[in-house]
Nanobody
Framework: QVQLVESGGGLVQAGGSLRLSCADSRVMFRINAMGWYRQAPGKQRELVAIIFTGGRTNYADSVKGRFTISRDIAKNILYLQMNSLKPEDTAVYYC?????????WGQGTQVTVFS
């Protein structure tokens, strides 16, 4: 059973930074991609950033230039460095792992940005 545990969320002033971490249990299958998604109150869950096997990354237009996704394969940890945070970044952030035949989600971590 794959387990994903996010951490690093919190309350931060606009312009500040946070780094989210997602630790995954040792996955015995090939990983297609890992990503960060977010869901704000009353809105659908949306992709924030994704990193594919091989290192290619994609970002939502709203976070390009501010957020960076990375992965420490040896430690099985996925990161999301978030800089220049804005109030509209406020949401619950979820980690996702895509194994091809199914994907898994973490429990989410709250990020709140105040102005």
């Amino acid at each position: 059973q794959v387990q994903l545990v996010e951490s690093g969320g919190g309350l931060v002033q606009a312009g500040g930074s946070l780094r989210l971490s997602c630790a995954d249990s040792r996955v015995m299958f090939r990983i297609n991609a890992m990503g960060w998604y977010r869901q704000a109150p009353g809105k659908q869950r949306e992709l924030v950033a994704i990193i594919f096997t091989g290192g290619r990354t994609n970002y939502a237009d709203s976070v390009k230039g501010r957020f960076t996704i990375s992965r420490d394969i040896a430690k099985n940890i996925l990161y999301l460095q978030m800089n220049s945070l804005k109030p509209e970044d406020t949401a619950v952030y979820y980690c996702n792992i895509d194994l091809g035949f199914r994907d898994y989600w973490g429990q989410g971590t709250q990020v709140t940005v105040f102005s």
